[in-house]
């Protein structure tokens, strides 16, 4: 009993120093915002098991390396100083991972998902700035080289599209169903 106990503490202890650790508001943001870099792209990546859905995950790979990939190399080629005075501020890759998470999420499994994932994103996206990490623009250049990486790679899983088709011989609908 004596020996779990000590355990359970060992455990937790690095957690609790990590959580407490933080008590200004600035930094809570700031740890908010790492918590959610860290847990949406683990969320979109692990859904793809979830859902048993191999197209998903390989769609994710390319997105995400694509996202990583241009992001650091515009991190290198630009090498734009940080509003704290750091390197390489543009873009943002905290704000262009979860933003390509965010958008896989919603076009992979829908908007009812995605919603929330564009949320927690955005609050990643807005904690960068407040940290002074990054400057405005260093996030919205990060967002929309995550976003066009998903809209490149991610298609709908398990849909039904439904495609007008109007040629001189023919006009009607076509369906097309995805499993």
Request: zero cysteines; aromatic letters at 18%; a positive charge.
């Given at each position: ?9 060992l455990?937790?202890s ?9 008590n200004?508001?600035?930094d ?7 918590i959610?870099w ?9 859904t793809?098991?979830?859902?048993d859905?191999?197209a998903?995950?390989?769609?994710f ?29 543009f ?13 896989f999420?919603?076009?992979r ?16 996206g807005y ?7 990054h400057?405005?623009?260093?996030v919205?250049a ?8 998903s ?17 001189r ?9 995805q499993?």
């Amino acid at each position: 009993m004596n020996i779990k106990l000590r355990l359970k503490k060992l455990y937790l202890s690095p957690l609790l120093v990590f959580f407490i650790g933080y008590n200004s508001y600035a930094d809570s943001i700031e740890t908010i915002g790492n918590i959610f870099w860290i847990l949406l792209p683990s969320t979109a990546y692990g859904t793809t098991f979830v859902m048993d859905d191999e197209a998903g995950r390989y769609q994710f790979y390319k997105s995400f390396a694509t996202t990583v990939a241009t992001t650091y190399a515009l991190k290198y080629t630009v090498d734009k100083e940080r509003p704290n005075g750091g390197e390489h501020s543009f873009p943002s890759n905290h704000t262009s991972t979860v933003f390509q998470s965010a958008t896989f999420i919603q076009m992979r499994y829908g908007w009812k998902y995605g919603l929330v994932a564009y949320t927690a994103a955005s609050f990643v996206g807005y904690s960068r700035v407040h940290a002074d990490e990054h400057y405005t623009e260093d996030v919205i250049a990060g967002a929309l080289i995550g976003i066009l990486s998903s809209y490149y790679f991610t298609t709908p899983y398990k849909s039904l599209k439904i495609i007008p088709k109007v040629s001189r011989e023919l006009s009607g609908l076509y369906f097309q169903y995805q499993w």
